[in-house]
Nanobody
Framework: VQLVESGGGLVQPGGSVTLSCAASGVAFRAYAMSWYRQAAGKERELVATFTLNSGSTDYASSVKGRFTISRDNAKNMLYLQMNSLKPEDTAVYYC?????????WGQGTQVTVSS
């Protein structure tokens, strides 16, 4: 499984950005796809999860109501729409495939929220 994130960059506070994750390969025992983030000097944080069978979503309390995770099955893409961005959202964002055999990680994309 290979994951490639894109869409990061510099965004002003209050702005929006959409991250994309292109997935290739097959994880036969995958059950979810997620977005994590890691800010400088902090531990990695689970941001949002999309459960593959049900389509249900779950969010960290810090982003609930501002971020939306979605998936395009036909294109094998995962997205993270981020609105009302705050400086504390600054981090490297990672896309993952979560399977019963382990977690597959992308290389990450930097999002910087600053004026």
């Amino acid at each position: 499984v290979q994951l490639v994130e894109s869409g990061g960059g510099l965004v002003q506070p209050g702005g929006s950005v959409t991250l994309s994750c292109a997935a290739s390969g097959v994880a036969f025992r995958a059950y979810a796809m997620s977005w994590y983030r890691q800010a400088a000097g902090k531990e990695r944080e689970l941001v949002a999860t999309f459960t593959l069978n049900s389509g249900s979503t779950d969010y960290a309390s810090s982003v609930k109501g501002r971020f939306t995770i979605s998936r395009d099955n036909a294109k094998n893409m995962l997205y993270l729409q981020m609105n009302s961005l705050k400086p504390e959202d600054t981090a490297v964002y990672y896309c993952t495939v979560d399977s019963y055999d382990g977690i597959y990680w992308g290389q990450g994309t930097q999002v910087t929220v600053s004026s």
